[in-house]
C-alpha cells in the first residue's frame, strides 16, 4: 500500500469513461481524506456527475481503480458501497414522492438498518425508524415540514431532503453532487453551514458550481476540465491559478 491510499477514505486512480468518442472521464486521479472536504469543480460537461456516478457504482468505469478505506471496490455494487459506508444525495426523482419527507427518510434508514430489523417487534421498530428519521429532518432544517408530501416540497426543499436521506446512511464518504442548486442565498449559506459541520462525521466530495460555498467550505479543490484534471490544490491555489481562470472561473462571472 502507498502512503496517499493508506491515508485516504476514497482513493481514485486513472478513472476513464468514454461515451462513444467522447471522453467524459479522461486519467482522473484524486483522493478524499479523513475530515476533508473536497471539492469538484468545472465547466458544464467536465465530467464532475460521470465521476460521482463512477465512484458511488452506476457507472461503470472502462480503466482505473478505486478504493474505499484500502479494499478495492471497483467492481462493487451500488449497495456493497453503500453498506462500507459510501451515501451520496439522492436524486430528485429517487425521491418517494406520494408519502411524507418523513417517511422518505425513514425509508433510507430502513435501507441501512436491513434485516437487523427481524429482531425488533413492528411498533418499536417504527418508532426508532421515526426518531432517527425526525433527527436527520432537524438536521437539515426540515423540522417543520416533515409531514409534507415530498411533492408538496419546493425545490430547495427536495435539496434539504435528499441530504437527510443521505445523512440516515450514515455514512463515513459523501458524495453530493450540486447540493446546493436551485436553493437560493439563504437556502445556500444554511446548507453551507450544516455541511461545515457535518463534516466532522463524513469527508465529502462535493460537486458544486455555488464558488462561495466552494471557497467557503473545501480544504481541497479539484478542478476538472474536459474530463481531465487540470488541478488540486488549495482553494487560495485554485483561484490564483492562470489556467483555472481561463478554464473556468472567469468563464461567465
Ligand atoms: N449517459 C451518457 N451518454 C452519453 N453521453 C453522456 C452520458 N452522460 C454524460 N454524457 C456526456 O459526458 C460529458 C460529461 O457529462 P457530466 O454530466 O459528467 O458533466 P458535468 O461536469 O456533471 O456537467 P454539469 O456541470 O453540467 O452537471 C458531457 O459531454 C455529457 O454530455
Ligand atoms: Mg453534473
Redesign the pocket.
Known sequence: MTDMASTALLSIRGLSKS??A?K??DDVTLDLRPGEIHALI??????????I?QVAGWIRPDAGRIELMGRDVTRLPVHRRARMGLGRSFQVSSLALPISARRNVMLAVQARLGSSFRFLRPVRTDRRLRDEADAALARVGLSGRADAQAAELSHGERRQLEVACALALKPSILLL??PMAGLGPEGSAELTRFLADLKREAAILL?E?DMDAVFALADRVTV?VQ?RVLMTGTGAEVRADPAVREAYLGEDG
Request: no cysteine.
Open positions: 461515451f462513444g467522447l467524459a472521464t468545472g465547466p458544464n460537461g467536465a465530467g464532475k456527475s460521470t465521476l456516478g453532487d450540486e460537486v458550481h476538472l474530463g
